[in-house]
């Protein structure tokens, strides 16, 4: 099938530019939004919180935790291990993938976003956005304001400091702080 003949849910699913405007789109968020609503009208660790952790994310492992108010764009392309929390006021731009291993923690106020919007002042005018997924492995710690960029892959064993900004892939068993996020020293792996 040619670009010209794909709808733009097809082209943002392809990772080809998309416009986000487009009322199919837009019906993909408003779903997560009304869910993403109920998820933070839920009682913290009840069977209905649980219910709409697992109704809202594509899938997900066993003793989720996510605390409000969390956002996301889509909800059915966040997956998520076991064990996984995200602490007060997350976001996840998931108009792509966004994979989490098992062990998974987020700090309070993070951003991780799929979907990235031209330099040009006309792309953006013509509402454009593409979509890059993110990876984030095993054992990981993300600290609180972290923000983590389109396209990013997070490996296995790893702290992100509180306030960075990670816009490279990140190897395994590292500490990483800073905006741009740099790796400063390596965390040895005490589980195996």
């Not at 660790?45 to 809202?56: C, V």
């Not at 108010?69 to 889509?74: K, P």
């Not at 007060?88 to 951003?111: A, E, Q, R, S």
């Amino acid at each position: 099938m040619s670009e010209k003949q794909m709808t733009e849910v097809e082209k943002m699913n392809a990772g080809l530019e998309y416009d986000f405007s487009d009322p199919a789109v837009f019906e993909i968020k408003k779903n997560a939004v009304c869910k993403c609503a109920r998820l933070n009208r839920a009682d913290p660790g009840t069977a209905e919180w649980e219910g709409a952790i697992r109704d809202l994310f594509g899938s997900v492992g066993k003793n989720p935790s996510v605390f409000p108010e969390f956002h996301c764009d889509s909800g059915f392309n966040i997956h998520a291990g076991d064990d996984f929390l995200a602490n007060y006021n997350v976001t996840i731009l998931d108009v792509g993938p966004v994979h989490f291993g098992n062990n998974v923690m987020i700090g309070p106020g993070t951003l991780i976003a799929t979907v990235n919007h031209p330099i040009s002042p006309e792309g953006r005018r013509l509402h454009r956005g593409i979509m890059k997924p993110v990876a984030i492995g095993n054992d990981v710690w993300i600290g609180g304001n972290v923000t983590i960029v389109p396209g990013v892959t997070i490996g296995n064993n790893v702290v992100i400091g509180a306030g960075s900004v990670v816009t490279k892939d990140i190897p395994d068993n590292s500490l990483a702080v800073g905006d741009p996020a740099k790796v400063i020293r390596s965390i040895p792996d005490d589980t195996a």
